[in-house]
């Protein structure tokens, strides 16, 4: 098991899961995005997969970049999004698109790749769902993982925290359920992953990267943390609710993540990166 630490350069029930995510506010940072997403599909050592699977494909950048890669092969992008999918098949590329959820997702055919940059931490139970994408694999198969470990940033934490006591009076904004979905620690420890690959696979690297992202605008932090980790508070929170938990977590984190000089506003984030060969 590696680690590492870089910085990139300048450049109900149902609210659980209630994302309905937007294209056009996720790529506002495509290519503090895309880096992450690059790295990890540059660390996959297969030479000719017959089948691959990007899990959580969103717009499809990624998914087609994967179709260059390996002409020959057979690639499928999945994600539970329609807006998102819409987006990749207009995109065209060699790729079959498929609506599913990666909670209950089991592919067809045996695939040779499962791919899955920034998604599973979306998912529930790891303990089961990692063996589970291991066991999928032809023998000889990788699986590739990235996922953020954001739950301790400030940007996160001021979120729970404006959640929880925001309201008038100090009193809690939402219904239960939300604030215990947006309290759900959603990435295990690194060596967690470890143990529950370690002995399923014959060769495992895992490491951490932080990225210093380099943002631009007003509030970009905001805009950021607004098209991923904010989509259930903002789908959850209505009226009222929702424009006092905006004003008070905006002005949060300006404090929290104050403009430089310059303008710009750094934006430390942590990510794990799996890669497995079974």
Not at 19 to 45: G, I, M, N
Not at 104 to 109: E, F, R, V
């Amino acid at each position: 098991m590696s680690s590492s630490k870089r910085a990139a350069s300048e450049s109900g029930a149902k609210q659980k899961t209630d994302t309905r995510w937007s294209p056009v506010q996720y790529q506002k940072f495509s290519d503090h995005r895309l880096r992450p997403a690059l790295e990890l599909l540059s660390r996959v050592p297969l030479e000719a997969p017959k089948v691959t699977f990007d899990l959580g494909c969103g717009t499809g950048n990624v998914t087609r970049l994967m179709a260059e890669r390996w002409p020959e092969a057979k690639v499928f992008g999945l994600d539970s999004s329609k807006q998102m999918l819409e987006k990749a098949k207009a995109g065209g590329g060699k790729v079959e698109w498929i609506e599913a959820d990666v909670s209950s997702w089991t592919p067809g055919a045996g695939p040779d790749l499962i791919y899955s940059n920034a998604t599973l931490h979306w998912v529930k139970d790891h303990r089961s769902l990692f063996p589970k994408l291991a066991s999928f694999l032809n023998p000889g198969g990788c699986l590739a993982v990235q996922m953020p470990l954001s739950f301790d940033a400030p940007s996160h934490r001021l979120m729970r925290e404006t959640l929880d006591g925001g309201g008038k009076d100090g009193r809690s904004l939402g219904t239960s359920v939300l604030r215990k979905a947006v309290a759900r620690r959603w990435v295990e420890n690194t060596d967690v992953y470890y143990d529950l690959l370690a002995d399923r696979v014959r060769q495992l690297d895992i490491w951490e990267t932080e990225y210093l992202h380099v943002l631009e605008g007003e509030d970009p932090v905001f805009e950021w943390v607004k098209a991923t980790g904010l989509r259930p508070v903002v789908n959850g929170l209505k009226g009222g609710e929702l424009e006092r938990f905006v004003e008070i977590y905006r002005r949060r984190l300006r404090q929290a993540y104050p403009q430089r000089a310059n303008g710009k506003t750094l934006y430390p984030f942590p990510r794990l990166f799996i890669v497995a060969l079974v």
